[in-house]
T-cell receptor, first 115, second 114 residues
Framework: AQKVTQAQTEISVVEKEDVTLDCVYETRDTTYYLFWYKQPPSGELVFLIR??????QNEISGRYSWNFQKSTSSFNFTITASQVVDSAVYFCALSGALHFNKFYFGSGTKLNVKP | ETGVTQSPTHLIKTRGQQVTLRCSSQ?????VSWYQQALGQGPQFIFQYYREEENGRGNFPPRFSGLQFPNYSSELNVNALELDDSALYLC?????????????FGPGTRLTVL
């Protein structure tokens, strides 16, 4: 079974604080892909990153960084020096190689960044 | 390059009615997926179309049906609407139907069933 768990329903931070959004996944596929999407109030899902199961290198893109650990089935997302514009709902998603391109989404984490 | 577009933006229907939602895929993309997102939840996969054929389906009843046209645009049809069908319906297109392909999402259609 494919499953994504985002245990943090809502997080509130003050601007410039660092924040980490957790994502834990379950899959029996040996080849799979993990994604993070951002959903602002407008509703459109915005792609942030994709990782495949064979690449455990952490990635940094500006203020964003991702930590992928197969040993704990986790793919966590950190925002450094958060800004008000980072306020949104963030979704982690999983796509298994044996399931065409069907995405399994977590329930999302709502991030509130206060000025 | 035009992104994924969806119409209408909002829709209000009554229980038992039928509804059609539309999606235009991003240029060059031959695969369209539909998702239902209930309030406060993550998107749930409905089905996927690849080159005009249904390529896979989630746990949704047959009253949810779809089409994909030769230009790769797509429709989602829902018959006999129920109150629980109230949700944001998201369309996503991808370059191929292959696993791991990035999906580009449209702004969604918010359906309210009264």
């Amino acid at each position: 079974a494919q499953k994504v768990t985002q245990a943090q329903t809502e997080i509130s931070v003050v601007e410039k604080e660092d924040v980490t959004l957790d994502c834990v996944y379950e899959t029996r596929d040996t080849t799979y892909y993990l994604f993070w999407y951002k959903q602002p109030p407008s509703g459109e899902l915005v792609f942030l990153i994709r990782r495949n199961s064979f690449d455990e290198q952490n990635e940094i893109s500006g203020r964003y960084s991702w930590n992928f650990q197969k040993s704990t089935s986790s793919f966590n997302f950190t925002i450094t020096a958060s800004q008000v514009v980072d306020s949104a709902v963030y979704f982690c998603a999983l796509s298994g190689a044996l399931h065409f391109n069907k995405f399994y989404f977590g329930s999302g984490t709502k991030l509130n960044v206060k000025p | 390059e035009t992104g994924v577009t969806q119409s209408p933006t909002h829709l209000i229907k009554t229980r038992g009615q039928q509804v059609t939602l539309r999606c235009s895929s991003q240029s060059g993309h031959n695969t369209v997926s539909w998702y239902q997102q209930a309030l406060g939840q993550g998107p749930q996969f409905i089905f996927q179309y690849y080159r005009e054929e249904e390529n896979g389906r989630g746990n949704f009843p047959p009253r949810f049906s779809g089409l994909q046209f030769p230009n790769y645009s797509s429709e989602l049809n829902v018959n006999a609407l129920e109150l629980d069908d109230s949700a944001l319906y998201l369309c996503a297109s991808s370059l191929t139907s292959g696993a791991g392909d990035e999906q580009f999402f449209g702004p969604g259609t918010r359906l309210t069933v009264l």
